[in-house]
T-cell receptor
Framework: AQKITQTQPGMFVQEKEAVTLDCTYD???????LFWYKQPSSGEMIFLIY??????QNATEGRYSLNFQKARKSANLVISASQLGDSAMYFC???????????FGAGTRLTVKP | DTAVSQTPKYLVTQMGNDKSIKCEQN?????MYWYKQDSKKFLKIMFS???????INETVPNRFSPKSPDKAHLNLHINSLELGDSAVYFC?????????????FGPGTRLTVL
């Protein structure tokens, strides 16, 4: 069974600094996708970034980048130049692309300090 | 303009009642999902529908039943509501044709069972 682990229940970062949110996963599948979602206090789920298991380069989307280390089964999210609006819950998720089965980690609450 | 919509946004009801939550997507996606997010923010998949066929049913009590009248709708019916059903329920959709395979989430429905 797939398992997603986010070991940081809460993180603090100073505005304008970079922060790394950890995510490790456990799967025996060869074909899968890794996702990060942001959930602000308003409650909606916002897609941030995606990494395919066969992608050789780390994904980047604006200030978001995904540090993908396949051998270590980790997919950490790096947010550069943090902004106050980045304060939210962040969820790591993995999707088995063949079975279309998506599992989420427990989430990390990020607080950006002014 | 709304991609995935849910109604109602809030639902407060008594234990033992039967209720429904509606979900519609206008993205032309072929797969829709229902997730439950509990008070600790843990997000768990409940159902997945692809072309009107249920392809995932995660050990969910049979009091919960998804109903899909067409590809754009996946409604969630809940019978004999219990206190433990109180949560935020998210509908989502995806398509194998979307580049990142991400799931697009609705705004969520906060269900409170008294």
């Amino acid at each position: 069974a797939q398992k997603i682990t986010q070991t940081q229940p809460g993180m603090f970062v100073q505005e304008k600094e970079a922060v790394t949110l950890d995510c490790t996963y456990d799967t025996s599948d060869q074909s899968y996708g890794l996702f990060w979602y942001k959930q602000p206090s308003s409650g909606e789920m916002i897609f941030l970034i995606y990494q395919g298991s066969y992608d050789e380069q780390n994904a980047t989307e604006g200030r978001y980048s995904l540090n993908f280390q396949k051998a270590r089964k980790s997919a950490n999210l790096v947010i550069s130049a943090s902004q106050l609006g980045d304060s939210a819950m962040y969820f790591c998720a993995m999707r088995d692309l063949l079975r279309d089965d998506m599992r989420f980690g427990a989430g990390t609450r990020l607080t950006v300090k002014p | 303009d709304t991609a995935v919509s849910q109604t109602p946004k809030y639902l407060v009801t008594q234990m033992g009642n039967d209720k429904s939550i509606k979900c519609e997507q206008n993205l032309g996606h072929d797969t829709m999902y229902w997730y439950k997010q509990d008070s600790k923010k843990f997000l768990k998949i409940m159902f997945s529908y692809n072309n009107k066929e249920l392809i995932i049913n995660e050990t969910v009590p049979n009091r919960f039943s998804p109903k899909s009248p067409d590809k754009a709708h996946l409604n969630l019916h809940i019978n004999s509501l219990e206190l433990g059903d109180s949560a935020v329920y998210f509908c989502a959709s995806s398509s194998i044709d979307t580049g990142n395979n991400e799931q697009f989430f609705g705004p969520g429905t906060r269900l409170t069972v008294l």
